[in-house]
């Protein structure tokens, strides 16, 4: 199956600053890729998909990058309600793998 | 708006059986493929099963680690997603979520879960 790595584990940021998370596949995953914000005790939602795609809803501030098996997600401009765990999940090789993910937390 | 309501989890000893149910609103249920995924204590997600929009048999898949234990099936005309577990093994401990699946399998909406735990 195809693993994928995110680093940083733990990303300690002040609201206002800017985040860059990074995902790594074992294999290449094309641009299938899509990115979930997780809070404790929440749904995950759906933020990117198709590497660079935003989800219906989602702030412009969230925006995602990437090819074959590197890809990012950058958030431009941390509000407090960003901070939480995000998981990177690939689509196009059986069985759909996710990240370790990593933890935003304020700094 | 859509929403996805897990029940069903709770305490149960190795070797034993659970079933989880899900309830779907907000959508045409019977239009779309449906998952089950889980997280177990301090580790990442993990997709466990899914199942077509019409439920034929054919098109039911399982993770290597849930294969022969564990059964997905629906029910369109309630709106409502199942998994059967049986043989259940400690390392099955997790909170379940069930997730609609978009764009093939991509997951966009997601329940808040229910959670699982296998010990004696």
């Known amino acids: 199956e195809t693993v994928l790595t995110q680093s940083p584990g733990t990303l300690s940021l002040s609201p206002g600053e800017g985040a860059t998370l990074s995902c790594r596949a074992s294999q290449s995953v094309g641009t299938y890729v899509a990115w979930y914000q997780h809070k404790r005790g929440q749904a995950p939602r759906l933020l990117i998909y198709d590497a660079s795609s935003r989800a219906t809803g989602i702030p412009a501030r969230f925006s995602g990058s990437g090819s074959g098996t590197e890809f990012t997600l950058t958030i431009s401009s941390l509000e407090t309600e960003d901070f939480a765990v995000y998981y990177c999940?690939?689509?196009?090789?059986?069985?759909?793998?996710f990240g370790q993910g990593t933890k935003v937390d304020i700094k | 708006q859509v929403r996805l309501v897990e029940s069903g989890g709770g305490l149960v000893k190795p070797g034993g059986s659970l079933r989880l149910s899900c309830a779907a609103s907000g959508f045409t249920f019977s239009d779309y493929y449906m998952s089950w995924l889980r997280q177990p204590p301090g580790k990442g997600l993990e997709w466990v099963s899914n199942?077509?929009?019409?439920?034929?048999?054919?098109?039911?898949k399982y993770a290597d680690s849930v294969k022969g234990r564990f059964t997905i099936s629906r029910d369109n005309t309630k709106n409502s997603l199942f998994l059967q577990m049986d043989n259940l093994r400690a390392e099955d401990t997790a909170v379940y979520y069930c997730?609609?699946?978009?764009?093939?399998?991509?997951?966009?909406?997601w329940g808040q879960g229910t959670l699982v735990i296998v010990s004696s």
């Open positions: 997730a609609r699946q978009f764009n093939w399998n991509y997951f966009d909406s």
């Open positions: 999940q690939q689509r196009i090789n059986w069985p759909p793998t």
């Open positions: 199942i077509d929009d019409a439920g034929y048999s054919y098109n039911i």
